[in-house]
């Protein structure tokens, strides 16, 4: 059986570094065009497939980069420095982005944009959830796909996520060091898996800190609304000293009931929130809540998916990016029991 070819040998043949045949290979800037093909046409004369299979790769690269997110999610100032972050990063590797709003129609009938029904897009990065089958349906194209702020056991897709889990934990243990033990816990959990981690977080922090669950303070289904939240609330016979909520929206229309219902924030209760978007910063008081680096999940996708792109037989990776707790004053200590 003939010997595989490798990068080493192309290097030796050529008295170069393998970083130099590595980046003339993969289409990479470092080496002069010069360099570039020489090292191509040793590659060819020595049977190196990789070469071939690169070569066919890059041929299929349009220039074009695809951001992909539904209706909802574009309509969201949370995500708006995640789009201008890729929007940046895409155009300083020279690439152009193409940017597609789904609405529930296309979702529901599985129909794809015209950018990846003719291939004219070399990657895609999809913004946050539109629905499991759409998304796969993305993903059977064979076009690289990077999905940001949501992921799914049945989509099988490169993700960056916050770590959900480990956040929601600090959050709820800045509630216990301020001596809360009834502690509830407000969010939708099957609206999406991360407001389902940032449960089991909530979870793990109370059993971490030997805190009991009251699980009547435990409201995992609720509409993102005043009157969702206000309807939420009302059918408890009492309230905890201290609520994590899932988001910074549902922070704010938790904040505001209370209020309206004459209970000091957070004198007599208080509450923490998540995301750190612009409800939390506006409310009265402003809200704890935990950060997200929107730039830097911006600018995480599209490394991953320019590595995708060049690794597209590599095992599916999720990246998780840590999130830190901001204190502001919507959180105090408990009172006197």
């Known amino acids: 059986m003939a010997k595989k070819i490798t990068m080493q040998d192309i290097a030796r043949e050529l008295n170069i570094s393998k970083n130099s045949v590595s980046q003339a290979l ?20 020595l049977g190196y497939q990789y070469s071939i299979a690169k070569k066919q790769n890059q041929a299929n690269h349009s220039g074009n980069i695809a951001l992909i997110a539904s209706d909802l999610a574009f309509s969201l100032n949370f995500f708006g420095d995640i789009y201008l972050t890729i929007e940046k990063e895409v155009n300083q590797r020279g690439m152009n982005l193409l940017i597609q709003s789904i609405d529930d129609h296309t979702r529901d009938h599985l129909s794809l944009p015209s950018f990846v029904q003719d291939r004219s897009v070399s990657g895609i990065i999809i913004l946050s959830h539109i629905s499991t089958d759409y998304i796969n349906r993305i993903i059977d194209t064979g076009i690289p796909t990077v999905l940001i702020d949501h992921h799914h056991p049945l989509n099988p897709a490169d993700a960056i ?24 816990f407000l969010g939708d959990v099957n609206r999406s898996p991360s407001y389902q981690e940032r449960y089991e977080g909530f979870l793990l922090a109370l059993k971490d800190n030997n805190v009991k ?12 609304s005043g009157e969702g939240v206000g309807q939420s609330i009302d059918k408890l016979d009492a309230l905890p000293t201290a609520w994590f909520c899932t988001n910074d929206g549902l922070g704010f229309f938790l904040l505001t009931n209370l209020q309206s219902k004459g209970i000091n924030v957070p004198a ?23 950060n997200v680096d929107l730039q ?27 999130s830190n707790l901001i204190v502001r004053e919507s959180t105090t200590t408990v009172k006197n029991e």
Not at 33 to 42: A, G, N, P, V, Y
Not at 161 to 168: D, H, K, Q, T, V
């Open 26 to 45: 993969s289409g990479k800037p470092g080496v002069s065009e010069e360099t570039r093909q020489l090292i191509k046409t040793k590659a060819e004369e």
């Open 296 to 322: 830097l999940y911006g600018k995480k996708a599209i490394e991953q998916l320019f590595w995708r792109m060049d690794h597209p037989n590599d095992p599916i990776q999720e990246i998780l990016i840590d």
């Open 213 to 224: 669950l009251n699980n009547k303070f435990v409201i995992t289904e609720v509409k993102e």
């Open 161 to 184: 996520l916050i770590n959900n889990r480990f956040a929601a934990f600090k959050a709820v243990h800045h509630l216990i060091n301020l001596g809360h033990k009834q502690i509830g």
């Open 268 to 290: 007599d209760v208080s509450v923490c929130s998540f995301d750190n978007g612009q409800l939390s910063r506006i409310s009265n008081p402003k809200t704890t809540t935990m």
